[in-house]
């Protein structure tokens, strides 16, 4: 739905078209999950770049006690996201 409104419906379908015919339901939730995908690694990549040797404390949390580092990109994404103020969980970072 973000999607939709971040631009006109002609912007929309040009992106999720196929030789002039509009792509399914399920073919663009494919394209949109492959992009966050994508986009949550480049984010990993900027946080390890900028937090280098911090990264370990400023990416964990603590489970049963002991201290253990994000390993998963959409949960490092998000907590990078919310530490640069970067809006809401589906915008684009333009970098």
Not at 4 to 31: C, M, V
Not at 37 to 63: C, M, N, P, R, W
């Amino acid at each position: 739905m973000q999607c939709w409104q971040q631009g006109t419906p002609d912007e929309f379908w040009a992106e999720f078209s196929e030789n002039g015919k509009r792509l399914g339901y399920k073919a663009i939730l494919l394209h949109l999950t492959a992009q966050r995908i994508a986009e949550d690694d480049h984010l990993v990549q900027l946080a390890k770049e900028e937090f280098g040797t911090k990264f370990l404390e400023v990416f964990s949390y603590v489970k049963n006690g002991k201290e253990v580092v994000k390993v998963k990109h959409a949960d490092i994404a998000r907590q990078y996201r919310r530490i640069k103020g970067i809006e809401g969980d589906n915008t684009t970072t333009g970098t």
